[in-house]
């Protein structure tokens, strides 16, 4: 079928394109065209008037965990579900991230390589989903962060095997444990070294033989140095930055993946996640936004991503995330693009998403309002279209909200 949006605000996320009253046109096979006003087709079109809308590129939510369930401690509770619960829990988590406009997540760690599973089952048709970046199984050092979901491999051999084994496996990219972390119970601090550069080196150079990325878990400032030193592609987290490390991604041209709201969900729920997570987030809470802001100063590129999956980090808060990162200092354009075109970038795919202009895969959000003016309109999408057809969920418009 073709659609036609008219008499809406077109925010292109390709440079400062913006049509105020413009049209869009496009179908399954992609977007014929986008401007002011569109060549209309002979045969049957489908109008939508989008007076007082805006559209936008579809969302991109660069840190997820489809099978994670949110929960106040997700790995426990991760290590007792079987690859049949985590499977069911994705399959919902993808309804929820695509009634909140996000039709393309990048999965950074799942337990049995479900999102790899998960991601084929919905580019066969078999269920509705995101479009998923998938990382399978984490590599992690023996008893590293996240080791309940994860390969674990100590050395450079062990981690090259592991990298393979997880490219043999359909994963899309890699991800790396640089550091150790705040839900995984251990005597270390949140930022102590794991992986070192030698064998995260290692996973990188698997990864460009083959055209992959890298994501690294990383809180500690000398675990960031050795991560972009060792060549990833993204930063997660980056709690601890210093100008050092900050200038050392600007050179490589590594992307920062901030997860802002992620700890800010559980810094309030003492009794009720494990103390450990709030002994080690008290360490380092007040520094993450100053990391923020110094990547950003910088000018190092900033992909937006929530760490779905986390406690209390249900599907669909990436609004409050770019709202977090406009209340830090980002400009709402600049958020938008964090959303779109950058985070398309950091996965090598803006030659088919993150932008709307002809040629692109056709993933659009309509809202009302401009994002522009006020970014927290995005968290109540009136259409969402993947691939040029309309996601009709029941939770459309029912985005949790977040204080």
Excluded: W
């Excluded at 080196?201 to 030193?229: D, F, M, Q, W, Y």
């Excluded at 930063?235 to 200038?247: K, N």
């Excluded at 939770?395 to 204080?403: G, I, M, R």
Aim: glycine share 10%; aromatic share 4%; with cysteine.
């Amino acid at each position: 079928m073709t659609y036609l949006l008219k008499n809406i605000r077109v925010i292109t996320c390709n440079g400062d394109d913006i049509f105020e009253n413009g049209e869009v046109l496009f179908s399954e096979e992609g977007i014929t065209e986008a401007g002011i006003s569109v060549k209309k087709p002979e045969g049957a079109v489908t109008e939508i008037d989008g007076t007082g809308k805006t559209v936008i590129p579809g969302l991109i939510d660069s840190h997820v965990h489809l099978g994670m369930d949110a929960s106040p401690d997700p790995f426990a509770k991760m290590k007792d579900d079987g690859p049949e619960e985590i499977a069911f829990k994705a399959v919902k988590q993808g309804y929820e991230f695509l009634a909140a406009g996000i039709t393309t997540v990048r999965n950074l760690g799942t337990r049995y390589n479900a999102d790899i599973k998960y991601s084929r089952a919905v580019k066969e048709g078999l269920i509705e989903g995101p479009r998923v970046f998938a990382a399978g199984r984490p590599i992690v050092m023996t008893g590293g962060h996240g080791h309940v979901m994860a390969v674990e491999a100590d050395g450079p051999d062990e981690v090259r095997k592991a990298a393979r084994q997880q490219f043999k496996a359909g994963a899309d990219l890699l991800k790396v444990m640089a550091t150790a972390g705040v839900l995984t119970e251990s005597n270390e601090g949140p930022g102590g070294i794991q992986l070192n550069e030698e064998e995260l080196r290692c996973a990188c150079e698997e990864a460009a033989n083959l055209s992959k990325t890298v994501a690294a878990h990383t809180i500690g400032t000398e675990g960031i140095k050795n991560a972009v030193r060792a060549g990833v592609t993204t930063i997660e987290h980056a709690y601890l930055l210093d100008e050092e490390g900050v200038q050392l991604m600007v050179q490589m041209g590594t992307y920062l993946v901030p997860t802002l709201l992620a700890p800010r969900l559980i810094l309030d729920k003492q009794g009720i996640v494990p103390d450990y997570m709030l002994n080690k987030l008290n360490q380092i809470v007040d520094d993450h936004i100053n990391s923020f802001q110094l990547a950003l100063e910088a000018g190092v590129p900033i992909a937006a991503g929530t760490d779905a999956g986390t406690p209390f980090n249900v599907p669909g808060l990436l609004a409050d995330e770019l709202a977090l990162m406009v209340y830090c200092g980002m400009s709402p354009a600049e958020a938008l693009r964090s959303a779109t075109i950058t985070a398309a970038k950091a996965v090598k795919a803006d030659s088919k998403i993150g932008t709307i202009e002809a040629g692109k895969t056709a993933d659009l959000v309509v809202v009302d309002g401009d994002p522009l003016t006020d970014i927290s309109i995005l968290k109540n999408p009136v259409h969402v279209f993947k691939d040029g057809r309309p996601y009709q969920g029941t939770a459309l418009n029912k985005v949790p909200e977040v204080q």
